[in-house]
Every structure is written in structure tokens, then in C-alpha cells.
């Protein structure tokens, strides 16, 4: 069964750093996003990916997110100096259709965790 | 601001009888609903969705229910088994292309 697929599973980086998050998603699919759940917390909406645009992003995507699908295949999240409260489980996902009519496919995740 | 509501932040249940879940939400341009099951250290799972032109989707062991005067869903699960120990979140999306979760239910089957 086709996956989406999130490495690294685990980051550990120093406040400041730059993290990149890496993400395959399910190969027909053309709608792509991030997501990120702060430990004992929601599962909250990051940032959806659409034909090489991003297509809606949250207040907490701020300058210092950005997303890029530099090629057929990988998207990728880079926070460009992280934050003690940038720690979190980041989940990507994607869909066949617009979110707002079909179901999402989860990755397993990528924890993040900023010292 | 909570637009989805899950105000049981756990749940038990003995194995074989009926586990229900709540969802409210506040938002009325939502109208599609996903239920999602999360085991720790893996990403949510899709579970079942529901419409807002229906009240009622079913799926083996696994039936939402709509209540769009109440902006209410549930998710009723039976029988319920210990695989299902999990958490359970609800998700919905109006014309955007982002979902909203709720916060989660923890659900504890016990054999």
C-alpha cells in the first residue's frame, strides 16, 4: 500500500539551527501539507502545497518556515532558526484531492526536538 | 479559538461493547468531517469521513454520525476491541484546504 514516508525520524538540534524535514508523499498525489503536533497537544494545521505554491498556511507559518518540492518527488519543511517551542512531532501529509473533500495520508512523523 | 471540540480527553470501555466518541465544532461552513486514530509514535491514521449532505456513514466496525443542526459528530466503534486502544482525533474542513483537528480522545479497551 502506497505510504507517505518523513525522515529523519528524529532531529535533536542546538536553538537557532536550521532544520530541514524531509518528506515523500504518495506519488499520484497533488496536494501536499504540514502538519505538527506539540507534545500532549492537537495535531495543528502548519502549511498546504499546491502546483508549486503554497495554497494556505496558518499564523504559526511564520518567515521563518518555508516549504519547497524541489524536485517530482520530495517536499520539505525548513525552519531557518529554530525556537525552544518550534520542538514538536511535524507530520507531513498529502491528498489526491483538496482537503476539504478527501482524506489525508499521514507520515509517520518527525520529532523534532530543539535544545 | 477551538473550532472542533473533543471534551472527553479519555475513554474506557470493555472489549465487545460499544465505544462512542464526541465531536462538536462551532464553525457551520465546516462540511466534511474525517475521524482519525493515533497510536504512539505513528501518524494519524484515516478512519471514516462524513459529509455534510449525509447524517450517517458506516464502515464495518466503525459508524459517524451527523448532527448538523447541534454541529455535532460521533464516532461509534462496535464492537470494540483492544487494537482500538488509541487516540482518536476529529478533523474538519470547510472551503480551505486545511483540516482542524480536535484535541484527541484517548480510548482504552480493556479485555
Known amino acids: 500500500e502506497p505510504e507517505v514516508t518523513q525522515t529523519p525520524s528524529h532531529q535533536v538540534t542546538q536553538m537557532g539551527q536550521e532544520v530541514i524535514l524531509r518528506c515523500v508523499p504518495i506519488?499520484?498525489?497533488?496536494?501536499f501539507y504540514w502538519y505538527r503536533q506539540i507534545l500532549g497537544q492537537k495535531v495543528e494545521f502548519l502549511v498546504s502545497?499546491?502546483?508549486?505554491?503554497?495554497?494556505?498556511k496558518s499564523e504559526i507559518f511564520d518567515d521563518q518556515f518555508s516549504v519547497e518540492r524541489p524536485d517530482g518527488s520530495n517536499f520539505t519543511l525548513k525552519i531557518r532558526s529554530t525556537k525552544l517551542e518550534d520542538s514538536a512531532m511535524y507530520f507531513c501529509?498529502?491528498?489526491?484531492?483538496?482537503?476539504?473533500?478527501?482524506?489525508?495520508?499521514f507520515g509517520e512523523g518527525s520529532r523534532l526536538t530543539v535544545l | 479559538d477551538q473550532q472542533v471540540k473533543q471534551n472527553s480527553p479519555s475513554l474506557s470501555v470493555q472489549e465487545g461493547r460499544i465505544s462512542i466518541l464526541n465531536c462538536d465544532y462551532t464553525n457551520s461552513m465546516f462540511d466534511y468531517f474525517l475521524w482519525y486514530k493515533k497510536y504512539p509514535a505513528e501518524g494519524p491514521t484515516f478512519l471514516i469521513s462524513?459529509?455534510?449532505?449525509?447524517d450517517k456513514n458506516e464502515d464495518g466496525r466503525f459508524t459517524v454520525f451527523l448532527n448538523k443542526s447541534a454541529k455535532h459528530l460521533s464516532l461509534h466503534i462496535v464492537p470494540s476491541q483492544p487494537g482500538d486502544s488509541a487516540v482518536y482525533f476529529c478533523a474538519a474542513s470547510g472551503r480551505t484546504y486545511k483540516y482542524i483537528f480536535g484535541t484527541g480522545t484517548r480510548l482504552k479497551v480493556l479485555a
Open positions: 502545497f499546491y502546483n508549486n505554491e503554497i495554497s494556505e
Open positions: 506519488s499520484n498525489h497533488l496536494y
Open positions: 462524513i459529509s455534510s449532505i449525509k
Open positions: 501529509a498529502s491528498s489526491w484531492i483538496a482537503g476539504n473533500t478527501g482524506e489525508l495520508f
